[in-house]
């Protein structure tokens, strides 16, 4: 077995679940050398909003493209370069965010404002009237419950998120966390049930949105993932869960290099804290055949966890790469992986 066969049998066996075939991880995607992305922008009522100014941005927050809106609230963006960017638009100190993927040469884009009339502060209030609701006594218990969850005693927080549920029913943000737990045991029906109602109670609650996508992850509906997340990022878009867990549904769809856009945006934006950032990267990189930066991530994985259920994996894949830099006349590719 080649050698690339033989790494890639561990790569579809973790962190992701059912993540994707061997087939799927030998081709890599391919795209048109520019691209077009046209669009409009709308207020809250649907009517198109003329003279507005829009942006493409990268994943490092650099500034592609920019165009102004025509009177019928239509723009164009030409010679883009294939990928995957982020459309903003600011009115009144109101912003709109959708996701571009560009992969393919052409994009549609639709931006929606909340009501311009009106201060951005909806968003908060709608946040706190959630939390507003909640009793002390079922908020005590969801602490609680994240404390157990950060010692690793997920048989204790589930009891004490299900207490505290029983104490509110409508508490989003336990939904969420029992959801969490119930996908960590594959019980993904039930995940995804409580996951929706939290998004009900709450539409900004933005963990809701990350843990139904890493359900649809497990479950290799990655289509389903990124429809998920690209209405969570317009509602929470400073949430770097949500750009986590959408770099994982690319890798799933064979779209390494928007992966790793991804999951550089996600690790801008907070999640430099957490070790299976780089984990996940290696995903990216090892079909694209960037084995040293590969082998580069996970050396930085392991030495931020030692330990747990993907260090193992890890090394494994860590000893593979290894093994055949070691092999005569092998070079391996050490690109810029963009």
Known sequence: MSFQGRILGL???????????????????????????????????????????????????????????????????????????????????????????????????????????????????????????VTESA???????????????????????????????????????RAFLERKGHETEAAARDCEEAMQIDPYHGPAYSTLASVYNLQGRYDDALRTLDEGVTLAPRFWQIYFEMAKASIGKRLYSKGLQLMDTAERLGGYN??????????????????????????????????????EWARQLLASLEREEKRPGVELAAADPK
Request: proline residues 6%; glycine residues 6%; aromatic residues 8%.
């Open 274 to 311: 957490y070790p299976e950032i780089h984990l996940v990267r290696a995903y990216a990189l090892v079909p694209l055949n960037f084995y040293s930066e590969a082998r580069a991530e996970l050396q930085t994985f392991l030495s931020r966890q030692p330990k747990g259920e993907n260090a």
């Open 11 to 133: 790569l579809i066996s973790v962190l992701l679940g059912t993540f994707v075939t061997a087939q799927d991880f030998l081709t890599a995607t391919t795209a048109a050398s520019s691209g077009v992305v046209t669009g409009a922008v709308f207020n809250f009522d649907g009517h198109p909003l003329a003279g507005v100014p829009v942006e493409l941005h990268d994943a490092n927050s650099a500034v592609v493209a920019k165009a102004q809106t025509e009177p019928s609230g239509t723009f164009a963006l030409y010679n883009v370069p294939p990928g995957y960017y982020e459309m903003t638009s600011l009115v009144d100190g109101a912003e709109a965010r959708r996701f571009v993927d560009l992969s393919t040469g052409t994009s549609t884009v639709e931006l929606s404002f909340l009501n311009l009339a009106q201060p951005t502060m909806p968003v908060n209030a709608l946040i706190s009237v959630a939390q507003m609701t």
């Open 139 to 177: 908020r005590k218990l969801y602490e609680k419950a994240r404390e157990s969850l950060g010692k690793r005693d997920y048989e204790k927080a589930r009891v004490l998120v299900n207490q505290a549920l029983q104490r509110q029913a409508s508490f989003p943000e336990a939904l969420t966390l």
